[in-house]
Antibody, heavy 117, light 110 residues
Framework: QVQLVESGGGVVQPGRSLRLSCAASGFIFSSHGMHWVRQAPGKGLEWVAVIWFDGSKKYYTDSVKGRFTISRDDAKNSLYLQMNSLRAEDTAMYYC??????????WGQGTMVTVSS | QTVVTQEPSFSVSPGGTVTLTCGLNSGSVSTSYYPSWYQQTPGQAPRTLIYSTNTRSSGVPDRFSGSILGNKAALTITGAQAEDESDYYCVLYMGSGIWVFGGGTKLTVL
């Protein structure tokens, strides 16, 4: 079935790096744009980044520009989020999501990132 | 600074109809913003209800519908059930590769 599975979360110190992965299955991964969305504990959803279906364009929310990098490997049906210079305010559950038409239709179960000393 | 507005909370009686809205602090929401709606219960990943204004996601009951009402996007639940008690989020595509979520609406069914 159509599925997204995130991994790579954990506890990391401020200023360090972490790489999240999202494994896709059950659909033609290379035909879809993909997003990362996060949710801080007790807060609402926040869009983080998008990569176009062909990897030609990448966009980020202002608070992560220059620190986070979204990428994809269509041969591995995988999406990534490289997070550098992590801050306490990056603490959140991170979800990957598929883009059908400038929105999100399939979501993963999320991976938790905690930035703390 | 673009702000997407949602009612912080709403209440509906079982079997009743409720309409949640999604607006902009400046301007009107149209189909060009591809409004979409998500349901989330505590500890769970979001579930897609509606995307591209009014396209119901696979498996979503037809009591959920999306539309544009006036200058806002709207999610209508017709015949609310106890299991509809959740947080509901909308998101708008602002163009230029940017999406903005609303703050969410906590729906109570009682």
């Amino acid at each position: 079935q159509v599925q997204l599975v995130e991994s790579g979360g954990g506890v990391v110190q401020p200023g360090r790096s972490l790489r999240l992965s999202c494994a896709a299955s059950g659909f033609i991964f290379s035909s879809h744009g993909m997003h990362w969305v996060r949710q801080a504990p007790g807060k609402g959803l926040e869009w983080v980044a998008v990569i176009w279906f062909d990897g030609s364009k990448k966009y980020y929310t202002d608070s992560v520009k220059g620190r986070f990098t979204i990428s994809r490997d269509d041969a591995k049906n995988s999406l990534y989020l490289q997070m550098n210079s992590l801050r306490a305010e990056d603490t959140a559950m991170y979800y990957c999501a598929r883009d059908p038409q400038h929105s999100f239709d399939i979501w993963g179960q999320g991976t938790m990132v905690t930035v703390s000393s | 600074q673009t702000v997407v507005t949602q009612e912080p909370s709403f209440s509906v009686s079982p079997g009743g109809t409720v309409t949640l809205t999604c607006g902009l602090n400046s301007g009107s929401v149209s189909t060009s913003y591809y409004p979409s709606w998500y349901q989330q219960t505590p500890g769970q990943a979001p579930r897609t209800l509606i995307y591209s204004t009014n396209t119901r996601s696979s498996g979503v009951p037809d009591r959920f519908s999306g539309s544009i009402l006036g200058n806002k996007a709207a999610l209508t639940i017709t015949g609310a059930q106890a299991e509809d008690e959740s947080d509901y989020y909308c998101v708008l595509y602002m163009g230029s590769g940017i999406w903005v979520f609303g703050g969410g609406t906590k729906l109570t069914v009682l």
